[in-house]
């Protein structure tokens, strides 16, 4: 059962994705795909971890992706959801500023 803390066992989080057997996972965490976090001493997992283990699973299935492949696919997309963080960032951060820079700042991207 899910703990209080929202961390799955290693059993929930088989059952929660219906195309991820043992042998799967123990592959996603070995290529370090999956970083399963420690709890006490028994590994767990995030939710987080199932949505990358949902999109590790329809890589492989519907692509056939080998483990460098996927390590390079996932690389990119951490780094896009990372770019992604920081333009909301400066977004917020530009909303705060007086009306003559944000006019400025979005003249200069063309906007």
Do not use: K
Not at 8 to 23: F, I, K, P, T, Y
Not at 37 to 64: K, P
């Amino acid at each position: 059962m899910t703990d209080r803390t929202g961390f799955l066992s290693e059993e929930e989080a088989l059952n929660a994705v219906g195309r991820l057997d043992r042998a799967r996972l123990v592959r996603f965490v070995r290529a370090e795909l999956i970083r399963p976090a420690d709890a006490g001493g028994r590994v767990v997992y995030r939710q987080v971890d199932i949505a990358r283990i949902e999109l590790l699973c329809d890589l492989c299935d519907d692509f056939e992706l080998e483990d460098e492949a996927l390590a390079l696919v996932m690389q990119l997309v951490d780094q896009l959801h990372g770019t992604r963080s920081d333009l909301v960032t400066l977004m917020q951060a530009l909303g705060g500023e007086p009306e003559e820079v944000r006019a400025r700042v979005m003249g200069r991207l063309g906007r």
